[in-house]
């Protein structure tokens, strides 16, 4: 079974390497030209090294005289020689690392790129650590042998050069090498194949460790206020041991294999001296020739590790290669269709779902994801504004995200002005739906380009606007530097109402024409958020500033109260719709819920009375103060 997967990783590395050379097929060939000729310089020198010996340096000592023409000669060669091989290893090592670093560059561009197409659900099953360590470490351990490579091809045409050097200078000595030529490949193959499944395993707990460690940063304010430091870092620790494990494993197969592949050309250099010596006296072979041969195996020891170098860099190319393949032939992507709807200038634009059923994906694949939405049906006319409304978990967040197509339905159809949404162009439908999420994120960089995400026309006048429209110009114009102030990572340096005014902002930025607003105001205090709500409604009166209609998840009576029409929705269906008022008179769950929220309201309201007595507000519940 190992050594059948250790083929397996071998043939399959083999495979990693074609791909590699078909993509940069130009500067391979400059790679291996350069490796080329410094193994012709190799074999070349260790020639000219023994002519000089048995020709030069041996008879000016016998006869105690050196010919200063001669000399001159031997040193002129030598020299030559050296600038050649010199060469020859600037254009290996400069093809190398420019092939190694575009591949790793351009398999990073499409990893990233792949996140991005690949649908929610494909995130939901992978963790942000697994998707660093992909477009990162994994990206890179496929493309490791690229930096010997073109030195290991160029060494097996110095073998097969120097194999065919030996048989015209003697048979015998051409025995030798063709003994050690031989053991030292195999040799190298064994040690990469007892190294495959070791490399293997850790670069699976590099992705894993890092996994942890990035939960733990990322939740460090869960883990202080629970007090979990000792058991995230002891969970840290273990698998860090873990991947410490492995990776001596893998030190330590190094330790056996490392001075074995060392020794063995010296082994043959030996064994040419014995031989030589013998043939020497049999009158076979020169001084001159066995000295070459002597030290063309001194000097292609090294060399000769490059083959090694690959092949023991294989098992973890090809383990991090199977982990980016993974992202790359990921599927489920949501192809955009061709349709483009009028933007600017059209007005609020309609949205109906149409007998809408959804699902979540399994967790595993063998079991069924749990329906989630059934028969789903509702319209938001152009213009008006629709407040959802529902008990935790009843589906409103899953609406939200099929109205701007985070999600497909499973049956059914989500249109915007009569045309479905799987039709539409991603540009068409970027421009036409903005999702405020229910969990603001906030990008590490200034207010203004938080606002803009550099979309084209969105100047500061535009930022402003929105800025205006979310309630968020007053706190925007008091930060030391407005619009460039730096928010910090996921907008750590602003309070949860600041951060959710912001992100609001950035959806009206663009000017929709269907604004989706989950929860998106929950941290803003009621007041503040019926301001938003009715300035968003009234905007039309606004001159630039265009109409959109709106899809509200709200809690608020107030909230609730400026919506046009409001649809009830409990366990994924909706089982009522009308104003709030006749809601209020029909339906006992509505009354129950929005009742229970207002009182909660209340007891906050009356908490914060009491002033600093009292005990901090829940995390999300924050209490604006810059207002
Ligand atoms: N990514 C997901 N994978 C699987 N199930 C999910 C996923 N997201 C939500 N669900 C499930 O779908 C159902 C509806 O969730 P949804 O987030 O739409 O509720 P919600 O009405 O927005 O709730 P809340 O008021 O708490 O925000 C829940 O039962 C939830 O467990
Ligand atoms: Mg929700």
Not at 315 to 321: K, L, T
Request: charged letters at 20%; zero cysteines; proline letters at 4%.
């Amino acid at each position: 079974m190992a050594s059948k997967t250790s083929r397996d990783v071998l043939s399959r590395g083999l495979g990693v390497l074609r791909q590699a050379i078909r993509e940069q097929p130009r500067i391979f060939s400059v790679a291996v030209v350069g490796s080329v000729l410094f193994g012709g310089m190799i074999i070349v020198s260790a020639r000219v090294v023994g002519t000089v010996i048995g020709e030069v340096a041996l008879p000016a000592i016998s006869r105690g005289e050196v010919g200063a023409g001669t000399l001159a000669l031997a040193a002129a060669a030598l020299f030559g020689i050296s600038v050649l091989r010199v060469a020859g290893i600037f254009g290996r090592r400069l093809g190398a690392g420019y092939m190694q670093y575009r591949l790793q560059a351009s398999y990073r561009r499409r990893v990233t790129r792949r996140y991005l197409e690949l649908p929610l659900s494909w995130h939901h099953r992978n963790s942000t650590g697994t998707l660093l360590s992909n477009a990162n470490s994994d990206v890179e351990a496929a493309w490791y042998p690229i930096a010997p490579l073109p030195f290991a091809v160029g060494t097996l045409v110095m073998l097969v050069g120097a194999i065919v050097s030996l048989f015209a200078t003697d048979w015998a000595l051409a025995l030798v090498g063709l003994a050690v030529f031989p053991a030292l490949f195999a040799l190298n193959v064994v040690y990469s194949r007892r190294m495959a499944p070791r490399q293997a395993r850790a670069q699976r707990l590099r992705a894993e460790v890092s996994g942890i460690a990035h939960e733990s940063f990322d939740g460090a304010l869960v883990v202080k206020t629970m007090g979990r430091e000792a058991q995230e870092t002891a969970r840290f620790a273990g698998r860090a041991g873990e991947l410490r494990d492995s990776l001596i494993a893998v030190g330590r197969l190094r330790g056996v294999f490392d001075p074995l592949l060392e020794t063995l050309p010296s082994l043959g250099t030996l064994a040419v001296l014995v031989v030589g010596a013998f043939r020497l006296r049999q009158g076979a072979i020169s001084v001159t020739e066995l000295v070459s041969v002597a030290f063309l195996f001194t000097v292609l020891a090294f060399p000769v590790r490059a083959i090694g170098w690959v092949l023991a860099e294989l098992p973890r190319s090809v383990a991090g290669w199977d982990r980016v393949r993974r992202v790359l032939d990921a599927t489920g992507e949501m192809p955009y269709g061709q349709r483009v709807l009028d933007q600017d200038g059209a007005g609020a634009a309609t949205l109906t779902f149409r007998d809408v059923h959804f699902s979540y994906p399994p967790a595993e694949a063998h079991q069924t994801g749990a329906q989630v939405l059934g028969e789903v049906g509702f319209t938001v006319p152009a213009g008006r504004t629709v407040a959802l409304v529902g008990p935790t978990g009843a589906g409103k967040s899953t609406i939200a995200s099929l109205a701007v197509r985070l999600v497909d339905p499973d049956s059914g159809a989500v249109t915007l002005d009569g045309v479905d949404v799987r039709e539409l162009t991603a540009a068409s439908l970027a421009g036409t739906v903005a999702l405020v999420a229910q969990v603001p994120f906030v990008f590490d960089d200034t207010v203004r380009a938080n606002i803009a995400l550099d979309r084209p026309g969105i100047d500061d006048e535009a930022v402003w606007a929105a800025l205006r429209l979310a309630e968020a110009d007053g706190f925007v114009a008091a930060l030391p530097d407005g619009l460039d102030t730096m928010v910090g990572e996921r907008g750590t340096s602003l309070s949860g109402g600041q951060r959710q005014r912001l992100t609001l902002a950035r959806a009206l930025a663009g000017r929709p024409r269907l604004l989706v607003l989950d929860d998106a105001t929950s941290a803003v205090d009621p007041r503040v958020e019926a301001a938003i709500l009715a300035g968003l409604r009234s905007s039309a009166a606004e001159p630039g500033v265009p109409v959109a209609s709106i899809l509200v998840v709200a809690y608020r009576r107030a909230t609730i109260a400026l919506a046009d029409e409001v649809i009830y929705v409990e366990q994924g269906r909706v089982l009522a719709r009308g104003t709030h008022s006749e809601l209020l008179a029909t339906v006992p769950g509505y009354v129950d819920l929005v009742t229970a929220y207002e009182q909660a309201e209340v007891e906050r309201a009356q908490e914060s009375a009491y002033g600093d007595e009292v005990a901090p507000l829940p995390s999300g519940l924050e209490i604006e103060v810059d207002r």
